[in-house]
């Protein structure tokens, strides 16, 4: 009994330290604050083993009680590969939030402990996570009310110092809501902007956000990626837990893997070819978030069998070549290669190709005996 429960003890040692071995504290002595800041970083789950990859930065203030439910949503949608491996960043406020938040009574911009903090995050914080970390060349910031307010002051900054601001429930300073419409179509580079409140959410506050969506909504472009929700029956702070995943869902909607409603509604309309599609789809994802990811096994199978669809051969053995270069030593690109052979009246080096691929690592429906089969058919067919 003895030896089953330190059994069972060391184990759950060993599993709390797995799981917080990605969380790390750290002291952030502050030149421009005069004081230490404590941070919260959430680092991926390969970070340590993948050492070439890079990743974006999530920033998250109040992150005594914002930080938990964003990492976890960043861990989540991650792991189902819906947005790409982050490192979420948070700064722990407390009561210092308000004096962090402060703005002139004048011009409204921040002015005292709130333009120190506003230097800290930029001319601090940020050098020291790229210098520290494998970061990518995108950043999020995310803040609720008074620190929804406060991100917003980046994008006057030229260039805006982040490419993404979710605000949950912002409590706007004063000509926040003219300087932004005026402001956002002087942005050359892409913004996307996410805007939440409830309807049970504090009234003023819930009013503030309604009115700014009037006046965002209009500025949607290619440049501005813009998404509201006004959840219903969603109080002050029960609209943070809703907000979060919409905010990365919609966000990262590009970075996804393609959908059944991408391939009925896109793919299958297409009159381009397809597999410049799937080309755009990674360089835009490469140009967003500065990831050059390797293209999904589930999009090629997504984007062949469109081809197959809609007859664009020639476009399935451009894919069929694509995939054939990242994936070697699995039968993906050798079996779509086959089914171009085919269908443009070259059965010997179809049946060749299916047969060649036989010792390869199967990849979803694509077996070793399907492709034999297949190889065995064409040779009954035509004798060969």
Known sequence: MKRVLLTATCLLFFIAGFAQSKIIYEEFSSIKLGETRQLKIQLPRDYKENVDKVYPIILVLDANYLFEPVAGNVDYFAYWEDMPESI???????DARYEDCDYDDTNFMPADKGADFFEFIGLELLPYLDS?????????AIGHDFTANFINYYLFKDPPLFNGYICLSPDLAPMMDERLPQRIPNIPSKIFYYLATGTDDIK???EISTALDNSLSPLKTDTFAYNFDNFEGATHYSLVARAIPSAMEKIFSVFRPISKQEYTDVLLKMETP????LVDKYKTIEDLFGLTNPIRVNDFLATAKACEKTKQWESLRAIATMAKKQYPDTVLGDYYLARYYE???????AMRTFQGAFNKEEVDFITTDLMLDKADKIKEDFGY
């Open 88 to 94: 979420v960043v948070g700064i722990m406020q407390g």
């Open 132 to 140: 520290s970390f494998r970061t990518a060349k995108f950043t999020i």
């Open 204 to 206: 003023d506050l819930m």
């Open 274 to 277: 397809i597999d410049l599609y």
């Open 343 to 349: 269908e443009v009246g070259e059965p010997k080096k």
